[in-house]
């Protein structure tokens, strides 16, 4: 919580007390009871308030009909209580206690249940219902953006329910308002993105109005949202998830998924590629797999814009993914055959 706010909510507890006590004065009671009590009961309400401003809009909805279920079976059952002529001296009390009991057993219940009342009540609107399993994944603005979670979300890898918070929203429109073109055309796909998202029917969505207001970077606001619904970060954003280790929070980085799944290629096998750039070294030449592999072909400089056979010598895995070493076809089978006549040289003495 910022300085600001703490700050406020003490004005608003010692305002409370002093209202309470100038009260008690003019009605000619005790003051202190009243004022002690005022700001008891606003501190109870700042405790609430935080607390609700964490709860989905769904949530909220469920909890409160879970509060008015219980309240009602409350009512049903104390007044035939009430009806019992050694307790009507006592009536208030036990209307109270009994409203009390059964009120807070409905919000507890519908709160720990809210997917199963959610998944009833939907089946009145004829909207399909996609059971989910599995947990949480929060979506980060890089992986929206990106546009792969939504094949991932077609082909049935993904479970569970996609988590869109609404601050990440805020995030695209920002973007997609933003002076520069390249920011406004990712902040646009990345708004397409999402649209596609909610119509797809293998897997659920969910926009979540959550918000953590005293936190102000969206990345630590993505972390703390999985604390409290228990869920995981879908993202491509690497230092994002260096830091969810250090905090304990679970995170899926689709590059590392894309970087699996890449096909292996050995020692030896061959390939045939085009050629398009010079390399680093002296000639080198550079050559990308459908994937973005990028591919380093020894001697490949002058066949640049041309498509030509190649070996793979060796393969190098880095943090950014992997790169491929070859030769020239041509250029093995001459080392190969020089192989063969230096053994067979060596045979003959």
């Known amino acids: 919580m910022k300085f600001e706010e703490i700050r406020l909510r003490t004005l608003f ?11 008690a004065l003019f009605m000619e009671f005790n003051p202190w009871i009243p004022a002690l009590t005022g700001c008891w009961i606003a501190t109870i309400i700042i405790a609430v308030e935080r607390k609700l401003s964490k709860i989905s809009v769904k949530g909220l909805i469920i909890g409160v009909l879970g509060l008015v279920g219980g309240v009602i079976i409350a009512n049903l ?5 009430l009806l019992i002529v050694p307790l009507k001296s006592f009536s208030p009390f036990i209307l109270f206690l009994i409203n009390l009991i059964f009120a807070t057993i409905g919000l507890a219940v519908s709160l720990k249940r809210k997917e ?16 989910a399993t599995g947990k949480y994944k929060i979506l980060d603005t890089s992986v929206i953006i990106d546009g792969r979670i939504v094949d991932l979300c077609e082909t049935g890898f993904i479970e569970g329910i996609l988590v869109i918070p609404h601050f990440v929203l805020t995030e695209l429109q920002q973007i997609a308002d933003s002076p520069s073109s390249t ?22 969505v969910e926009i979540v109005d959550t918000d953590f207001p005293d936190i102000l970077e969206v990345d630590s606001k993505l972390l703390q949202l999985a604390k409290v619904i228990k869920g995981l970060v879908i993202t491509n954003d690497y230092n994002l998830k260096k830091v969810a280790k250090i905090k304990d929070v679970e995170v899926l980085n689709i590059n590392e998924i894309a970087t699996a799944l890449k096909p292996i290629l050995l020692p030896g096998e061959a390939l045939r590629i085009n050629i398009l750039k010079e390399g680093e070294n002296p000639n080198q030449g550079i050559a990308y797999l459908e994937d973005g592999t990028m591919v380093v072909v020894e001697k490949g400089k002058k066949y640049i814009g041309r498509e030509i056979e190649i070996i793979v010598t060796s393969v190098l895995q880095t943090t950014t993914g992997k790169m491929i070493f070859t030769e020239l076809k041509q250029e093995a089978n001459k ?5 063969k006549r230096v053994r067979a040289k060596g045979q003959t003495k």
């Open 13 to 23: 507890v010692i305002l409370v007390g002093i209202v309470c006590y100038g009260i």
């Open 77 to 81: 059952i104390a007044y035939p209580i």
């Open 116 to 131: 199963e009342i959610a998944n009833f009540l939907f089946r009145f609107t004829g909207k399909k219902i996609t059971p």
């Open 183 to 204: 920011k406004r055309t990712r902040g646009r796909r990345g708004l397409d993105i999402v649209h596609r998202l909610q119509n797809q029917e293998t897997v659920p």
């Open 335 to 339: 080392n190969k055959i020089k192989v």
